[in-house]
């Protein structure tokens, strides 16, 4: 089982390299990534089903919206309800 450290760096990882595509880029835990445009709404569904194939978990469509996975603490968060 992965740990809450474990998810959030492979998620900044996958963030960083795969959607905003700056691997330096100094992202914050409390960032707002849709909101402030480092990435757009239509990428978590990106990260659903990255959090689906890296930790076993589905997160349904109601949840990957803006208001509940705007910074990569709400979408550990998110995660984390799932993996525990």
Same mark, same amino acid.
């Given at each position: 089982?992965?740990?809450?450290?474990?998810?959030?760096?492979?998620?900044?990882?996958?963030?960083?390299?795969?959607?905003?595509?700056?691997?330096?880029? =100094?992202?914050?835990?409390?960032?707002?990534?849709?909101? &402030?445009? %480092?990435?757009?709404?239509? #990428?978590?569904?990106?990260?659903? *089903?990255?959090?689906?194939q890296?930790?076993?978990?589905?997160? =349904?469509?109601?949840?990957?919206?803006?208001?509940?996975m &705007?910074? %990569?603490?709400?979408?550990? #968060?998110?995660?984390m309800?799932? *993996?525990?």
């Amino acid at each position: 089982m992965p740990t809450e450290a474990d998810v959030r760096a492979q998620l900044r990882q996958f963030i960083l390299t795969d959607l905003i595509r700056d691997p330096s880029f =100094p992202l914050r835990n409390d960032e707002q990534i849709i909101t &402030d445009g %480092l990435i757009d709404s239509f #990428a978590l569904a990106q990260i659903g *089903v990255f959090a689906e194939q890296a930790f076993g978990v589905y997160i =349904p469509d109601p949840d990957l919206t803006v208001a509940k996975m &705007d910074t %990569l603490d709400l979408m550990v #968060a998110r995660i984390m309800r799932d *993996v525990m």
